[in-house]
T-cell receptor, first 110, second 113 residues
Framework: GENVGLHLPTLSVQEGDNSIINCAYS??????FIWYKQESGKGPQFIID?????DKRQGQRVTVLLNKTVKHLSLQIAATQPGDSAVYFC?????????FGKGNQVVVIP | KAGVTQTPRYLIKTRGQQVTLSCSPI?????VSWYQQTPGQGLQFLFE???????NKGNFPGRFSGRQFSNSRSEMNVSTLELGDSALYLC????????????FGSGTQLSVL
């Protein structure tokens, strides 16, 4: 099955700084990738997605980078705010399902 | 447009009992997926339904089952509950037939005592 993992379990970042969360995947046939944010007591919330025919996509304060050569994607959050404190998951579509990484806790220090 | 609605929000059961969880997808979404979330295993795929048909199933025992109705609403059932079934059960719906871009509900927190 798909092996999706995150490099860092917890990321502490100063308010106003940029955050980078990384994710590795194993299935080279994966063609669709999503980042989700999960706050305590809530379900995962869609942040941004990217298809395999792109290597970069930008949203509001977020950027996703995809490197298919090394099977790696990252989420960059610009000017991190206290409201960005949450668990972030990468998810990879392959084998007819969305497989999730373990999650990465982001803690924003005011 | 209302989001994905899951009921109940919290549930406490004892070992050996069975439980049914309900999910109403976003209006117009025909694909519904279920995931189990635990601190140790993260989000694990249970199954996915589209137009009342189970299209995909994860690696869970047969005690876990589900169904989808003609209005796209879905239920999942767990029989003969075990302590290890304690988890947050998340339902997600998708507009795409491929069921890739998922929108999640807040989940049902199941505790098995």
């Amino acid at each position: 099955g798909e092996n999706v993992g995150l490099h860092l379990p917890t990321l502490s970042v100063q308010e106003g700084d940029n955050s980078i969360i990384n994710c590795a995947y194993s299935n080279s046939a994966s063609d669709y990738f999503i980042w989700y944010k999960q706050e305590s007591g809530k379900g995962p919330q869609f942040i941004i997605d990217i298809r395999s025919n792109m290597d970069k996509r930008q949203g509001q304060r977020v950027t996703v980078l995809l490197n298919k050569t090394v099977k790696h994607l990252s989420l960059q959050i610009a000017a991190t705010q206290p409201g960005d404190s949450a668990v972030y998951f990468c998810a990879v579509y392959g084998n007819n399902r969305l497989a999730f990484g373990k999650g990465n806790q982001v803690v924003v220090i005011p | 447009k209302a989001g994905v609605t899951q009921t109940p929000r919290y549930l406490i059961k004892t070992r050996g009992q069975q439980v049914t969880l309900s999910c109403s997808p976003i209006s117009g979404h025909r694909s519904v997926s279920w995931y189990q979330q635990t601190p140790g295993q993260g989000l694990q795929f249970l199954f996915e339904y589209f137009s009342e048909t189970q299209r995909n199933k994860g690696n869970f025992p047969g005690r876990f089952s589900g169904r989808q109705f003609s209005n796209s609403r879905s239920e999942m059932n767990v029989s003969t509950l075990e302590l290890g079934d304690s988890a947050l059960y998340l339902c997600a719906s998708s507009l795409e037939a491929r069921g890739e871009k998922l929108f999640f509900g807040s989940g049902t927190q199941l505790s098995v005592l």
